[in-house]
């Protein structure tokens, strides 16, 4: 819920901005004017927001904003530099509070299955990447690499377990080839200090199966929040270009004039 308001505000910001500026154009092309008295003269423009920086540097805005958001709105003196600026700031908050939940909910699955599921076959633990965990997820027995403990490999024959369905699927892509089909297991059968088996640990399995879970809806979630913080820097940086296009103008001489227009 948290993204889904921030990539609104970020939009409505953007939206809002582009709207309030094209209000304030004349559709025939001509700078707002204000009636200084009831006589037929006319007053010299004025500019809804004042600069912060020189005019010259106000063509660095759209940059700036690119690099960090509201900081162009805040150089062409818009103060909704103060949404984006806000944003932001909680836009990274949140990633960085995804990615430390993700870190931690992996070493609780890690340890989890460690103690329960492989600490009774090996005294060599090493740790296994994303896929491994997914497998220990999806498997309740990883089975044996071999059936022999030296000599040549045997492999698993249980297609209830991990190795077991490996061979299987091995000797039916290599019907005619013995070998081969031993060759194909080797590489992507579970060895011996890898192996696992959640049997009689039926409330760790579950515990170990949420964990991992929520490690994937963290993962997805610090991918969300990059996504609203490329959305953010984007839509600032074209608000501030359009306010920028919409606010500075060339009025002869080589100078530069402050203002709006559009030409219809």
């Known amino acids: 819920m948290l993204v889904r308001a921030l990539v609104g505000a970020s939009l409505l910001v953007g939206v809002s901005a582009i709207v309030s500026l094209a209000q304030r154009v004349d559709p025939a092309g001509v700078i707002a004017r204000r009636a200084a008295d009831s006589t037929t003269r006319l007053a010299a ?23 960090v958001p509201g900081a162009g709105q805040f150089m062409l003196g818009h103060d909704r530099f103060v949404a984006y600026a806000a944003v932001e700031i909680l836009s990274w908050w949140k990633y960085l ?38 497998q220990m997820r999806d498997w309740l027995e990883s089975g044996r690499y071999s059936q022999t403990d030296g000599g040549p490999v045997v492999p698993e024959t249980d297609t209830l377990t991990f190795n077991g369905l490996r061979w299987k699927l091995a000797q039916a892509t290599h019907a005619n080839d013995p070998a081969g089909a031993l060759a194909a297991y080797e590489q992507i059968a579970i060895r011996p200090e890898f192996r696992w088996s959640w049997r009689n640990a039926g ?13 994937n809806d963290a993962a997805h979630a610090a991918v969300t929040d990059l996504a609203v913080i490329a959305a953010n820097h984007a839509l600032s940086m074209v608000d501030a270009f359009v306010a920028f296009r919409l606010q500075v103008q060339p009025v002869g001489n080589g100078r530069t004039g402050l203002g709006a227009s559009l030409r219809w």
């Not at 423009?45 to 690099?67: F, H, K, Q």
């Not at 909910?105 to 994303?130: N, Y």
């Not at 409330?203 to 490690?215: A, S, V």
Request: cysteine-free; proline content about 5%.
């Open 45 to 67: 423009p004025r500019l809804a927001a004042e600069p912060r920086v020189a005019t010259a540097g106000l063509v660095y805005a759209p940059i700036a904003s690119a690099l």
């Open 97 to 134: 509070k995804d990615t430390h939940e993700q870190t931690r909910q992996e070493a609780l699955f890690k340890e989890l299955a460690r103690a329960a599921a492989r600490s009774h076959f090996s005294t060599t633990l090493p740790d296994g990447g994303w896929s491994y965990y997914e």
């Open 203 to 215: 409330l760790q399995y579950d515990i170990f199966k949420r964990t991992t879970e929520n490690r």
